[in-house]
T-cell receptor
Framework: GENVEQHPSTLSVQEGDSAVIKCTYS??????FPWYKQELGKGPQLIID?????GEKKDQRIAVTLNKTAKHFSLHITETQPEDSAVYFC?????????????FGIGTKLQVIP | GAGVSQSPSNKVTEKGKDVELRCDPI?????LYWYRQSLGQGLEFLIY????????KSGLPSDRFSAERTGGSVSTLTIQRTQQEDSAVYLC????????????FGDGTRLSIL
């Protein structure tokens, strides 16, 4: 089955600096890569996703990159703000048995220091 | 509805008791997923529903766990004879269909087994 590794497990940055979270996956058939943000006591919220036919995608201060050859993808947050503090999960998905099965990384706890 | 709704938000019960967790997906979403999130861990897939059928139950950890979905909408996850290792947050997600659509999560049920 798919295996998704995520690092670092914790990340502290000063407000205004950039944060980068990296993930690798093992199944070359994976073709969908969402990123989720989870605040304390809440469910994960989709913040951005990328599909395998695209190498990079941006949405305001958030960008994701995908390297299919190396099987890794990254989340970049620029100009970080205290409200960006949360746990971030990467995931890799593939079609299996007629539906999309998604495997999650273990999460990165991001702390933005004011 | 506005989002995925789960109830109860918290559940404390004694070891050996049965528990039922409820998920009300976003209206019109045919695909529904259950995940388990243990403290400090990623999301562990449990079961997937497409309509009322469950084509993938591969993540259910034991025969004490079961789930059903009636009317293609509300789903219940039942854990029989609960054990302390069942303590976790149980998350439900839904998507428009199972194929290529992002999953939207509820805020979960935090289950504590005494």
């Amino acid at each position: 089955g798919e295996n998704v590794e995520q690092h670092p497990s914790t990340l502290s940055v000063q407000e205004g600096d950039s944060a980068v979270i990296k993930c690798t996956y093992s199944d070359s058939a994976s073709n969908y890569f969402p990123w989720y943000k989870q605040e304390l006591g809440k469910g994960p919220q989709l913040i951005i996703d990328i599909r395998s036919n695209v190498g990079e995608k941006k949405d305001q201060r958030i960008a994701v990159t995908l390297n299919k050859t190396a099987k890794h993808f990254s989340l970049h947050i620029t100009e970080t703000q205290p409200e960006d503090s949360a746990v971030y999960f990467c995931a890799a998905g593939r079609s299996s048995g007629g539906y999309q099965k998604v495997t999650f990384g273990i999460g990165t706890k991001l702390q933005v220091i004011p | 509805g506005a989002g995925v709704s789960q109830s109860p938000s918290n559940k404390v019960t004694e070891k050996g008791k049965d528990v039922e967790l409820r998920c009300d997906p976003i209206s019109g979403h045919t695909a529904l997923y259950w995940y388990r999130q243990s403290l400090g861990q990623g999301l562990e897939f449990l079961i997937y529903f497409q309509g009322n059928s469950a084509p993938d139950k591969s993540g259910l950890p034991s025969d004490r766990f079961s789930a059903e979905r009636t009317g293609g909408s509300v789903s219940t996850l039942t854990i029989q004879r609960t054990q302390q290792e069942d303590s976790a947050v149980y998350l439900c997600a839904s998507s428009r269909d199972g194929k290529n659509q992002p999953q939207h999560f509820g805020d979960g049920t935090r289950l504590s087994i005494l």
